[in-house]
T-cell receptor
């Protein structure tokens, strides 16, 4: 009974392609996040949604488009993939309220050839 | 300069040693996360704290909001504690800002 699940776990594709990463949480949390971890292992927030509404958008290129069909799902679509998009992408969720503990998915390793 | 500084960046300890990882931050925060990332890549939340001290098993986390400093202690360290430990304060708009992590290796 995985709490935050991401698919796929690995994604290898060519430059210029469009791809999606899916995230689902069964914790009943209101807030979901996408993070990017670069090759130096540095984590940075990309997006946050609260009850299907975008609340954080951290100057991410327009090629990245999050979509939240319901509060249990937050998918990430990436257009025209570039070499610099190679990274591990983590989805997370947290319950409502300030400063609540976040639960992370296992990550999706995206490799651009 | 990063808003969140951790020290040390790398730490090697022998099994049984007491370990301390420090985190200093420059942003105003409401709470602070300590996270653990295992070699396999998964991230686990260890603590969320906004004041004082929390203990879970062999792990202890402390925070001093006025001094903008937090520490993570591991007592009686074990090789299975080998991981990257990441400090992540909650700043404005419930946004986490991440430290660069401390890579801990515990040897037998």
């Amino acid at each position: 009974d995985t709490a935050v699940s991401q698919t796929p776990k690995y994604l290898v594709t060519q430059m210029g392609n469009d791809k999606s990463i899916k995230c689902e949480q069964n914790l009943g949390h209101d807030t979901m996040y996408w993070y990017k971890q670069d090759s130096k292992k540095f984590l940075k927030i990309m997006f946050s949604y609260n009850n299907k509404e975008l609340i954080i958008n951290e100057t991410v290129p327009n090629r990245f488009s999050p979509k939240s069909p319901d509060k249990a799902h937050l998918n990430l679509h990436i257009n025209s993939l570039e070499l610099g998009d190679s990274a591990v992408y983590f989805c997370a969720s947290s319950p409502p309220g300030q400063g609540r503990a976040q639960h992370f998915g296992d990550g999706t390793r995206l490799s651009i050839l | 300069k990063n808003e969140v500084e951790q020290s040390p960046q790398n730490l090697t300890a022998q099994e049984g040693e007491f370990i301390t990882i420090n985190c200093s931050y420059s942003v105003g925060i409401s709470a602070l996360h300590w996270l653990q990332q295992h070699p396999g890549g998964g991230i686990v939340s260890l603590f969320m704290l906004s004041s004082g001290k929390k203990k879970h098993g062999r792990l202890i986390a402390t925070i001093n909001i006025q001094e903008k400093h937090s520490s993570l202690h591991i007592t009686a360290s074990h090789p299975r504690d080998s991981a990257v430990y990441i400090c992540a304060p909650y700043g404005t708009a419930s946004k986490l800002t991440f430290g660069t992590g401390t890579r801990l290796q515990v040897t037998l």
